[in-house]
Nanobody, 122 residues
């Protein structure tokens, strides 16, 4: 079994920065691609970013391009969020799949963290 634990969420003012971390434990050899999704109140969970197993391939949703940067170190990944906006407010979920490549659909991920709250005040 694989467990994912997110950390680093909190409250930040618009224009500020936060860094989220996601650490996998357990069967970490099964971690392939990883990703982040977010869910704002009253909205569906949406894709934010994905990173391949090697870390060489990434894909960002348009609304965070140029502001968010994902990186990884084996079974851990980090999401640096800069120039944050109130619309970034959501619960952020880390996800992982045993598969290689990059994936933008939540259905393609097998493992999920519990989520961490990110709130951006205006």
């Amino acid at each position: 079994q694989l467990q994912l634990v997110e950390s680093g969420g909190g409250l930040v003012q618009a224009g500020g920065s936060l860094r989220l971390s996601c650490a996998a434990s357990g069967r970490t050899f099964s971690v392939g691609a990883m990703g982040w999704f977010r869910q704002a109140p009253g909205k569906e969970r949406e894709f934010v970013v994905t990173i391949s197993r090697s870390g060489t391939s990434t894909y960002y949703t348009d609304s965070v391009k140029g502001r968010f940067t994902i990186s990884r170190d084996n079974a851990k990944n980090y999401l640096q969020m800069n120039n944050m906006k109130p619309e970034d407010t959501a619960v952020y979920y880390c996800a992982a799949t045993p598969n290689f490549g990059i994936y933008m659909k939540s259905s393609e991920y097998n493992y999920w963290g519990q989520g961490t709250q990110v709130t951006v005040s205006s």
